[in-house]
């Protein structure tokens, strides 16, 4: 069973939307903290945003106001609803799962925007 599942990435132009989400493996307990980060080509990763299982929210100052995370405790699963997207925001975008000791990461997704 594939610990992480991502989906939503895709190509959009400038000012449009995606969804990205990454749904855990049921056998995962104790989730700590789910989020994205991502990777543009030549970049380190860098975080994206997280959330704490009591759904506190930390933001890369560079998404604010226009990405919004959330999660489902019962779905093991976070959400990223990543609007007003701009061509800097292309990269690769990997789920990462802590549930102590173990670090998860997904396999990525690519986002792409156009201008």
């Known amino acids: 069973q594939v610990p992480l599942v991502e989906s939503g990435g895709g190509s959009v132009q400038t000012g449009g939307s995606l969804r990205l989400s990454c749904a855990a493996s049921?056998?995962?307990?104790?989730?700590?903290?789910m989020g994205w980060y991502r990777q543009a080509p030549g970049k380190q990763r860098e975080l994206v945003a997280n959330?704490?299982?009591?759904?506190?929210?930390n933001y890369a100052t560079f998404v604010k106001g226009r990405f919004t995370l959330s999660r489902d405790n019962a779905k093991n699963t976070v959400y990223l609803q990543m609007n007003s997207l701009k061509p800097e925001d292309t990269a690769v975008y990997y789920c990462?799962?802590?549930?102590?000791?173990?670090?998860?990461w997904g396999k990525g997704t690519l986002v792409t925007v156009s201008s």
């Open positions: 049921g056998s995962i307990r104790s989730i700590h903290v």
């Open positions: 959330i704490g299982s009591g759904g506190s929210t």
């Open positions: 990462n799962v802590y549930s102590p000791p173990v670090n998860l």
